[in-house]
């Protein structure tokens, strides 16, 4: 409980309530409740101005006329002036006798009646206006906690993202960033504005309960807030009921479900009289419980209605007694406006339950969101961290073991490889190559053991140096919603578009890229052009190879590749090995064949190592990996699945 507290004052600080929006949704609610008030006012001398003026066929003995006044008894049209002589005295009615004796129009019946209409009229409009102002205030403001929370998702995922081995990080955070969020943003809204009215009309209203007439302002109040309670304890009971019911009903029809993929042994067994007797008793069991659940809502809800009826009942007796007393009886306009007022108070009443709804779905809701944003990455530069050259001997794996959600994937690897070398990572499981492989530019840091970079632990370098040096092309990354160019040079103003082509060049992208409809300029992305798998891969050839790094790690398409591009990502392969350290996680037999070594890995160590064709001979491990990758079998299922 103290977690979801946090997170709900998390999303809805203290400053969000006095900041520009907060403070419009306390003022347009408060001009809200000031109609309200005024309204009851206006039902108040309306009704009065009827029964005083022979509007209604029955004046009750609450109309208290001044014994000095013949105004009624000589027939005149005295407008307002009998209101102001009843109210006039009282504290809140102090505008009304001079109201009434300087505007002529309240000075009639028909000007004084027209006028209460008309204002009635506006004052509705204008407490409908500033509630939908209140509502759009309040949505301003959560959809500022909409904008931030996702700006810190984003924030976030960039620190956790880079060690993502399996994808789930990103499906955690596109259902944060899309889904919580939206639900947050409206439920905010909707919380808001309620809790907001509740905490201004309520008040508001119950003050003008009492003021009406404390004594039976006590007696209403009472049998209203009894039958308010024993209203949402039946509703929620019988919701309570409905679900155990359906669960029940539910179990019964997957137990139905269950007998339709029975038919071969039922046929083949000749059970078709004992299979059709269990399927009708529990036809009738899983019909029986669902009319139960219908029944016992219905049985529920009646009984709410029932009360609240016979608390509406006991209420207009109260206030019928009250007027028709012989002693002090209550004006019938007080009466009146006392009724309506208690009927805004029920409804203001009745959204508490939604408010609590809002609040505990809110409170989950953020609690899930702030998990993830409480996150510890996983990776972090240490304090004095050093500069780290590029690899020019070897790079060393000592003793390395890594663990990601209980899994123990890597159970103290050795491993060596040498500058400048080609060297491919393999494995039947595939993230123990792409473990070994996020290793190196610290996209993971190592459970135990040592990264060494020329004899250099990369634990206590800086994130920057070694990632500068050490740079991951994968096959999946996508593109970025921009330019061809902005995809290559990423925003850094220290490359010009000319080194960007050459870039290009080096990797055979530069082809494919002067073919777009605008060349270098052309938009990638949702909204532009779309390219395939063996142009994506040599776009982020060229990303790399324009910052030229000491080591390069690939991870190759899993799709197959028409003979062309396999042509043109080989020499592309032959040019950049030439200056830097390459590392594959191979999808294609012939870049495992061009490899100086290959790293063979299983159950989290190191297997065997060698060139393709030695570990051909010596490991069957190995045989059983090349077969499963590339057998031809394999490969002409993928083409009939391309086709």
């Known amino acids: 409980m103290p977690v979801m507290l946090t997170s709900m004052r998390r999303l809805i600080t203290r400053r969000s309530w006095v900041d520009q ?132 998702i984003h924030r976030q995922t960039l620190r956790l993202g880079p060690s993502d081995l399996t994808g789930h990080r990103y499906q955690t955070a596109m259902t944060h960033f899309v889904d919580d969020t939206e639900t947050i943003r409206e439920t905010a809204a909707e919380w808001r504005w309620r809790f907001v009215r509740s905490c201004i009309l309520l008040p508001v209203l119950l003050i003008c309960v009492l003021a009406i007439d404390f004594r039976l302002g006590i007696e209403c109040l009472i049998p209203a807030i009894a039958c308010w309670y024993v209203f949402r304890f039946e509703r929620k009971q019988g919701a309570q009921r409905r679900q155990i019911a359906e669960s029940h009903a539910e179990t019964e029809a997957r137990f139905l479900s269950e007998a339709l993929k029975q038919t071969r042994l039922v046929r083949g067994y000749n059970m078709e009289e004992f299979e059709q007797s269990l399927f009708n008793r529990h036809l009738g069991r899983m019909t029986e ?173 800086t994130l920057e140096s070694i990632r500068t040096e050490t740079l991951y092309v994968a096959a999946e990354d996508p593109v970025l919603s921009g330019t061809v160019l902005d995809n290559i040079v990423c925003g850094e103003s220290r490359y010009s578009e000319q080194d960007a082509i050459e870039a290009a060049k080096l990797v055979h992208a530069h082809a494919f890229i002067t073919r777009l409809p605008q060349g270098y300029q052309t938009v990638l992305g949702e909204h532009g052009e779309q390219l395939d798998a063996g142009a994506l891969f040599r776009l982020g050839l060229a990303r790399a190879a324009l910052r030229d790094p000491a080591v390069m790690i690939i ?41 100086d070594q290959v790293v063979l890995l299983h159950e989290g160590l190191v297997e065997a190592v060698g060139t393709h064709q030695e570990l051909t001979k010596s490991s069957e491990v190995f045989r059983h990996w090349d077969y499963l990758t590339f057998n031809s079998f394999n490969r002409r299922t993928q083409r009939l699945q391309k086709a």
């Open 21 to 152: 929006f907060g403070v419009r949704l306390f003022f347009w609610l408060i001009v809200a409740a000031v109609c309200a008030v005024f309204l009851l006012v206006q039902i108040t001398l309306l009704v009065d101005l009827l029964v005083t003026r022979n509007a209604v066929e029955f004046i009750p003995a609450s109309v208290q006329i001044d014994p000095e006044s013949d105004l009624q008894e000589s027939g005149i049209d005295s407008g307002l002036t009998l209101q102001a002589e009843r109210f006039g005295n009282l504290p809140l009615w102090f505008w009304l006798k001079p109201a009434s004796e300087r505007l002529l129009f309240l000075q009639t019946t028909t000007g004084a009646l027209t006028t209460l209409i008309l204002v009635t009229l506006l004052t509705v409009v204008l407490f409908s206006y500033s509630r939908t102002l209140a509502r759009v205030a309040s949505a301003r403001s959560a959809r500022e906690i909409g904008t931030l929370l996702r700006s810190l």
């Open 289 to 461: 419980q669902t009319r139960n659940a219908r029944r016992q809502e219905r049985t529920a809800l009646s009984t709410a209605r029932l009360v609240t009826w016979v608390g509406l009942t006991l209420i207009l007796l109260l206030v019928a007694l009250r007027v028709t007393s012989a002693v002090s009886p209550l004006p019938l306009s007080n009466a009146v406006a006392l009724l309506v007022a208690l009927g805004l108070f029920a409804v203001e009443l009745n959204s508490c339950d939604r408010l609590l709804q809002l609040q505990n779905k809110l409170e989950t809701t953020g609690d899930r969101v702030y998990r993830y944003l409480d996150e510890i990455p996983e990776v972090g530069q240490a304090v004095g961290a050093k500069f780290i050259e590029p690899v020019t001997k070897s790079i060393l794996l000592e003793a390395v073991h890594y663990q990601q959600l209980g899994h123990q994937l890597l159970r103290g690897i050795d491993l060596r490889i040498e500058a400048r070398t080609e060297v491919a990572l393999v494995s039947l499981d595939p993230l123990l190559p792409r473990t070994v492989a996020y290793l190196l530019p610290r996209f993971i840091e190592p459970t135990k053991g040592r990264v060494l970079f020329d004899g250099e632990d990369i634990a206590w370098g």
């Open 555 to 595: 991870e190759e398409p899993k799709v197959l590749l028409d003979d062309d591009t396999k042509s043109l990502i080989d020499d592309a392969y032959q040019r950049l090995s030439a200056t830097r350290t390459m590392i594959y996680l191979p999808g294609r037999l012939s870049t495992c064949r061009r490899c």
